[in-house]
């Protein structure tokens, strides 16, 4: 892009009406849009809610805080991903076709850059979804995008000043039904997830300079999810290549449908993706290209004491997988006193999703909660994320740290002290974690 990255941002939230123009003269494609703005400022959202819903949870009355399982929480990543390039596109094809009932002027180039950076306070302020509590936050910020919107209308799709509320009110409703029509597509099959989401990045992909524009994409998301080597950045650029290309083999598939008078040309776009390709490629851009090994869950197991906070061990497991091209390991064990005291204590190594760890303590995100029956605080302790959650009334809780940006170690407890919680976590030989990562 002509204009860096933090500077547009700065610019279009700061300086709107001196951004608009700048916006509307300078020379760019729709692929240097979505790859190079689009993508990165989604991702702000998408990750920051991922760690949000699984390492500090939503508090649920009289449940108490519920957390999402790490694969639940990576399917549904994927696609509000997916569903955000499709709902750019769609409304910047709108605003593209209104242009001429509001005196304005076609042009979708124009009708994506003033949609995308409309979006811009919303995408940025996606960040307050790594404290699920504050994502309403998100909503409030993301009203100022209409604002943007009425201000970019009259510069970059050329309709007069005193149409541009007409046009700005008749655009964000619809725009409402196509993000209701959107919701209920992203519930049905993750089948959808193909089509929509890649013939969006094949529209993308068709408007694109190419090797430049995946080069800056692959550069921004390879360094924001950890990634660092010129080896991580290729196999984002893969990654992006391969949806790119599954993106114009389903429009191709669609269009020659449509030729033949198909009665279903979706569902033959739909079939010429390959998802298990797809949803790798997703999940090698959410690694941040990086090829971790995780730990076997066996030397996991080994860190599981026979007793903690004086209780025995009644059992232990473990487990390792991939999927979407994302690796992890975890080990369980299960403590108790024969009566009602019990603690589960968990050793997970996040393996390919250790950056969005690395992500999540950058932003330092600290809370703290009190209540007359319990307290719930993040804090940052000799430089790793730290959650506590305690209830007095039922002796319950649950404390967990992040380590070295990798390895989550959560103690859960009933019918214990709150000091019996810290105390099991500090009984645990953790510092062996550090030699056992090994990473490509």
Same mark, same amino acid.
């Not at 975890?330 to 999703?353: C, F, H, K, P």
């Given at each position: 892009?002509?204009?860096?990255?933090? !500077?547009?941002?700065?610019?279009?939230?700061?300086?709107?009406?001196?951004?608009?123009?700048?916006?509307?003269?300078?020379?760019?494609?729709?692929?240097?849009?979505?790859?190079?703005?689009? /993508?990165?400022?989604?991702?702000?959202?998408?990750?920051?809610?991922?760690?949000?819903?699984?390492?500090?949870?939503?508090?649920?009355?009289?449940?108490?805080?519920?957390?999402?399982?790490?694969?639940?929480?990576?399917?549904?990543?994927?696609?509000?991903?997916?569903?955000?390039?499709?709902?750019?596109?769609?409304?910047?094809?709108?605003?593209?076709?209104?242009?001429?009932?509001?005196?304005?002027?076609?042009?979708?180039?124009?009708?994506?850059?003033?949609?995308?950076?409309?979006?811009?306070?919303?995408?940025?302020?996606?960040?307050?979804? /790594?404290?699920?509590?504050?994502?309403?936050?998100?909503?409030?910020?993301?009203?100022?995008?209409?604002?943007?919107?009425?201000?970019?209308?009259?510069? /970059?799709?050329?309709?007069?000043?005193?149409?541009?509320?007409?046009?700005?009110?008749?655009? $964000? /409703?619809?725009?409402?039904?196509?993000?209701?029509?959107?919701?209920?597509?992203?519930?049905?099959?993750?089948?959808? =997830?193909?089509?929509?989401?890649?013939?969006?990045?094949?529209?993308?992909?068709?408007?694109?300079?190419?090797? !430049?524009?995946?080069?800056?994409?692959?550069?921004?998301?390879?360094?924001?999810?950890?990634?660092?080597?010129?080896?991580?950045?290729?196999?984002?650029?893969?990654?992006?290549?391969?949806?790119?290309?599954?993106?114009?083999?389903?429009?191709?598939?669609?269009?020659?449908?449509?030729?033949?008078?198909?009665?279903?040309?979706?569902?033959?776009?739909?079939?010429?993706?390959?998802?298990?390709?797809?949803?790798?490629?997703?999940?090698?851009?959410?690694?941040?290209?990086?090829?971790?090994?995780?730990?076997?869950?066996?030397?996991?197991?080994?860190?599981?004491?026979?007793?903690?906070?004086?209780?025995?061990?009644?059992?232990?497991?473990?487990?390792?997988?991939?999927?979407?091209?994302?690796?992890?390991?975890?080990?369980?064990?299960?403590?108790?006193?024969?009566?009602?005291?019990?603690?589960?204590?968990?050793?997970?190594?996040?393996?390919?999703?250790?950056?969005?760890?690395?992500?999540?303590?950058?932003?330092?995100?600290?809370?703290?909660?009190?209540?007359?029956?319990?307290?719930?605080?993040?804090?940052?302790?000799?430089?790793?994320? $730290?959650?506590?959650?305690?209830?007095?009334?039922?002796?319950?809780?649950?404390?967990?740290?992040?380590?070295?940006?990798?390895?989550?170690?959560?103690?859960?407890?009933?019918?214990?002290? !709150?000091?019996?919680?810290?105390?099991?976590?500090?009984?645990?030989?953790?510092?062996? =974690?550090?030699?056992?990562?090994?990473?490509?």
């Amino acid at each position: 892009m002509a204009h860096g990255l933090l !500077a547009r941002i700065k610019g279009i939230l700061l300086s709107p009406s001196t951004e608009w123009p700048l916006i509307a003269a300078e020379p760019t494609t729709a692929g240097s849009i979505y790859l190079g703005y689009v /993508l990165p400022l989604v991702a702000i959202g998408v990750v920051a809610t991922l760690l949000g819903t699984t390492l500090i949870g939503v508090t649920v009355p009289f449940i108490g805080t519920v957390r999402t399982g790490i694969i639940a929480a990576v399917l549904t990543a994927v696609l509000q991903f997916v569903f955000a390039f499709v709902i750019v596109w769609l409304i910047s094809w709108l605003v593209d076709v209104l242009a001429p009932t509001f005196g304005g002027q076609r042009d979708s180039l124009r009708a994506l850059k003033v949609t995308a950076y409309s979006y811009t306070p919303a995408w940025v302020a996606g960040i307050f979804h /790594l404290i699920p509590m504050l994502g309403i936050l998100a909503f409030v910020a993301g009203l100022y995008g209409l604002y943007l919107l009425y201000l970019g209308l009259p510069v /970059l799709m050329r309709c007069p000043q005193d149409k541009s509320i007409g046009y700005t009110i008749v655009t $964000v /409703l619809c725009a409402i039904v196509m993000a209701v029509v959107i919701g209920v597509l992203s519930a049905c099959a993750i089948g959808g =997830l193909g089509f929509l989401g890649l013939g969006a990045m094949g529209k993308l992909s068709s408007h694109s300079d190419g090797a !430049a524009d995946t080069a800056v994409a692959a550069g921004v998301l390879s360094s924001m999810f950890g990634g660092k080597s010129d080896a991580d950045r290729a196999r984002v650029s893969d990654a992006i290549g391969k949806l790119g290309r599954m993106g114009e083999e389903a429009e191709r598939a669609e269009k020659a449908a449509r030729a033949s008078g198909a009665s279903d040309p979706g569902a033959a776009a739909g079939s010429a993706v390959d998802m298990n390709t797809a949803l790798n490629a997703v999940g090698q851009i959410m690694t941040g290209g990086k090829d971790v090994q995780p730990v076997d869950f066996h030397r996991l197991k080994d860190l599981l004491p026979e007793t903690i906070g004086g209780l025995r061990r009644i059992e232990a497991s473990g487990q390792s997988g991939e999927a979407m091209g994302i690796k992890g390991s975890s080990a369980t064990a299960r403590y108790g006193d024969g009566a009602n005291a019990s603690i589960q204590v968990e050793i997970t190594d996040l393996g390919s999703l250790s950056g969005l760890a690395g992500l999540a303590a950058k932003f330092d995100p600290s809370m703290e909660k009190e209540t007359d029956t319990g307290y719930e605080r993040t804090t940052k302790i000799n430089g790793q994320l $730290v959650h506590e959650r305690y209830d007095r009334r039922a002796r319950s809780g649950e404390v967990s740290v992040i380590l070295n940006n990798r390895f989550s170690v959560t103690v859960n407890g009933s019918s214990v002290d !709150a000091g019996v919680l810290t105390g099991a976590l500090k009984e645990l030989d953790v510092g062996k =974690l550090a030699t056992m990562t090994a990473a490509k």
